[in-house]
């Protein structure tokens, strides 16, 4: 494959790639505010359609590493960049690069947000439960055998060998 061919296929990639960003950005953000309002239905609906952007970012992303391993650049940033040099010498898909590594960063910022939101939630219903079933707090600590302490039954330790 020559150097032009090398450059469209590595164009095209990156075109796929900034849409799929783009939508998954809308769906976190969408999946944020469903979050809010506790719809379970459509919060299953963006789940769904979340991981399967994902899938296809993640098989964009071996693509990508396929087409520089083809041309005996290594599967990471300085392999791309070297391919972009050597495909792409005018630098002419830097741009969409940059815009596909910024929208990446604004993705995993929602996501983190939005896991940090369920995480919340979770607590206060683990909180609850514990409230109506009279169960103790669980601890998130290391028990003597290597295991949640939370795992362990409430009663005294007779001895241990």
């Given at each position: 494959?020559?150097?032009?061919?090398?450059r469209?296929?590595?164009?095209?990639?990156l075109?796929?790639?900034?849409?799929?960003?783009?939508?998954?950005?809308?769906?976190?953000?969408?999946?944020s505010?469903i979050l809010?309002?506790?719809?379970?239905?459509?919060?299953?609906?963006?789940?769904?359609?979340?991981?399967?952007?994902?899938g296809?970012?993640?098989?964009i992303?071996e693509?990508?590493?396929?087409?520089?391993?083809?041309?005996?650049?290594?599967?990471?940033?300085?392999?791309l960049d070297?391919?972009?040099?050597?495909?792409?010498?005018?630098?002419?898909?830097?741009?969409?690069?940059?815009?596909?590594?910024e929208?990446?960063?604004?993705?995993?910022?929602?996501?983190?947000?939005?896991?940090?939101?369920?995480?919340?939630?979770?607590?206060?219903?683990?909180g609850?439960?514990?409230?109506?079933?009279?169960?103790?707090?669980?601890s998130?600590?290391?028990?003597?055998?290597?295991?949640?302490?939370?795992?362990?039954?409430?009663?005294?330790?007779?001895?241990?060998?």
């Open positions: 494959m020559d150097a032009g061919v090398c469209e296929h590595l164009s095209t990639l075109r796929e790639e900034s849409e799929l960003l783009a939508q998954l950005e809308e769906l976190l953000a969408r999946e505010h809010e309002t506790s719809d379970v239905q459509a919060l299953e609906t963006t789940t769904r359609a979340r991981q399967e952007r994902m296809a970012l993640a098989r992303e693509q990508r590493r396929s087409l520089c391993a083809l041309h005996g650049f290594s599967a990471d940033k300085a392999g070297g391919l972009m040099t050597w495909c792409d010498g005018e630098g002419t898909l830097l741009a969409r690069l940059r815009e596909c590594a929208r990446a960063v604004r993705c995993r910022d929602l996501n983190d947000r939005n896991g940090i939101v369920v995480a919340g939630r979770l607590k206060r219903v683990e609850m439960l514990d409230a109506l079933t009279g169960r103790p707090t669980r998130d600590t290391y028990g003597p055998k290597g295991y949640g302490a939370s795992n362990t039954r409430p009663g005294r330790v007779l001895g241990a060998a």
